[in-house]
């Protein structure tokens, strides 16, 4: 059984920086991206990032641009979300997610229908 368990999430203050870590368990973690996503209260999940199975590819969503990292461990199971010059706009319950099937080539999916396994979130709270 996949199983992805986040951290790091806290309160920050605008302009601080935060790493968020997912730990994944239950397969081979190198042979599946992964991704982050992000909800806040009253909105839809939305896509913040994502990373190749290889980590040689990434993507991102434009409000994140320059700001975010997104990257991956594969010797420890883990992918990581760095976080810097965070906004109140950046306040939500963040999640990685891993899709369910492998894929041959090394994509970076970004739709939330792309997932199959989700963690049980952590919440980042920016105050201005």
């Known amino acids: 059984q996949v199983q992805l368990v986040e951290s790091g999430g806290e309160l920050v203050q605008v302009g601080g920086s935060l790493r968020l870590s997912c730990a994944a368990s239950g397969r081979p973690f190198r042979m599946f991206a992964m991704g982050w996503f992000r909800q806040a209260p009253g909105k839809e999940r939305e896509f913040v990032a994502a990373v190749s199975r290889s980590g040689g590819r990434t993507e991102y969503t434009d409000s994140v641009k320059g700001r975010f990292t997104i990257s991956r461990d594969n010797a420890k199971n883990t992918v990581y979300l760095q976080m810097n010059s965070l906004k109140p706009e950046d306040t939500a319950v963040y999640y990685c997610?891993?899709?369910?099937?492998?894929?041959?080539?090394?994509?970076?999916?970004?739709?939330?229908?792309?997932?199959?396994?989700w963690g049980q979130g952590t919440q980042v709270s920016v105050s201005s």
């Open positions: 997610a891993t899709p369910g099937k492998y894929q041959i080539l090394d994509l970076v999916p970004i739709k939330v229908s792309d997932y199959d396994y």
